[in-house]
């Protein structure tokens, strides 16, 4: 549903080129939820640009919906819905005139662009809030209005940019369902962008990782996980002396790290064998503080893959404090 090749796009400002998307390639199928999981400046927002025809890419192709993102932009159009991490509505509309806008806007007579503003609310719980002036809707209440309103000319695939950014973990566990509702009875294909991990783990079928504009890891969430060689199995010593004597009876196929006081070390499917590893201690007699078995999340796979943690400090959830400059200062890189 999504094929996208070396795609890359760069910004020349006044003081240097950016390169904001260095050449990403990948594939999304139909009724899939893909996400783009990477920290703020990795260049998700450029490539949805791209992908929904806002953008020209600086080199590189994609085809949406079976249509070429720059030769058919206005089919790549017709077949695709965008809910940009800003949100579209008006402030001052009202929450119903937003959605019968935007369907005159598809080109549908006044009544049938008000049975399907109609359809929309029923199915976004947005019925009781359609008079409403869309300031006065909660961040949740208008992230729904911003789904429905990319919905109303029944588009098959969904880009949204970070559709949870600063919504509370209710309205956002929430918003999840009405996603997933999306795939499950509508076969919509999503592509979402976010920087959530939890978010990534949980809602997304597939993950692509994303860092400095380029594609570092894509697989499912499962799959990126067990790429780490398995939960992290920690043991703690009552006496520091001790660890060496646990790494010594340690469990065959792993390669414990021993320090005073702790033997950890990594072991697929941890939670099966702990009997058994609790035999082999029992019967080594070393005394032990404690055993954990943590699973690994995403945010170790981007530890690892980078370097760095992208469990972003929550001061970052509010509304995007830098977001990119306005492009009219700018001109196309070449
Ligand atoms: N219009 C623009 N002009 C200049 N730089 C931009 C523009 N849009 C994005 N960038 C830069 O490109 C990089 C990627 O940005 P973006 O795609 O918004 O990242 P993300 O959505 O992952 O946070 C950032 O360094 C950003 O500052
Ligand atoms: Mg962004």
Not at 132 to 140: E, I
Not at 208 to 224: E, N, S, Y
Not at 269 to 294: C, F, I, M, N, Y
Request: aromatic share 4%; hydrophobic share 40%; glycine share 10%.
């Amino acid at each position: 549903m999504i094929s996208a090749r070396g795609l890359a796009r760069s910004f020349k400002t006044r003081a240097a080129v950016v390169d904001a998307v260095r050449g990403v390639s990948f594939d999304v199928d139909a009724g899939e939820i893909v996400g783009f999981l990477g920290p703020n400046g990795a260049g998700k927002t450029t490539t949805v640009r791209m992908l929904t025809t806002l953008i020209a890419p600086s080199s590189g192709t994609a085809q949406v919906a079976g249509f070429d993102i720059v030769a058919n932009r206005d089919q790549v159009r017709a077949h695709i819905g965008m809910v940009s991490q800003t949100g579209g509505a008006g402030l001052n509309h009202r929450a119903g005139d937003e959605l019968r806008t935007q369907a005159r806007l598809h080109g549908m007579s006044r009544p049938t662009a008000a049975a399907r503003a109609q359809e929309l609310a029923e199915e976004f719980r947005l019925t009781d809030l359609l008079e409403r002036q869309v300031s006065s809707l909660s961040g949740g209440e208008r992230r729904r209005l911003d789904i429905a309103t990319g919905l109303v000319h029944r588009p098959r695939v969904l880009f949204l940019d970070e559709p949870t950014a600063g919504l509370d973990p209710q309205a956002r566990a929430h918003l999840w369902e009405y996603v997933r509702r999306l795939r499950d009875q509508h076969g919509m294909t999503l592509l979402l962008t976010t920087h959530y991990l939890d978010e990534a783990d949980l809602l997304c079928d597939r993950v692509l990782v994303i860092d400095g504009g380029k594609v570092i890891a894509a697989d499912t969430p499962a799959a990126l996980k067990s790429s780490l060689g398995g939960d992290l199995v920690v043991l703690a010593t009552s006496r520091p002396g001790d660890a060496a004597r646990v790494a010594s009876c340690h469990f065959p196929g792993t390669e414990p790290d021993t320090r005073p006081g702790v033997v950890q070390f990594h072991l697929r499917d941890a939670q099966s064998h702990l009997p058994e590893l609790l035999r082999v201690l029992d019967a080594s007699g070393v005394p032990l503080d404690s055993v954990a078995v943590t699973r690994p999340s995403l945010d170790d796979v981007f530890l690892s893959l980078t370097g760095r943690a992208l469990s972003a400090p929550r001061a970052e959830d509010g509304p995007h404090p830098s977001g990119p400059a306005p492009e009219s200062v700018l001109a196309d890189a070449p």
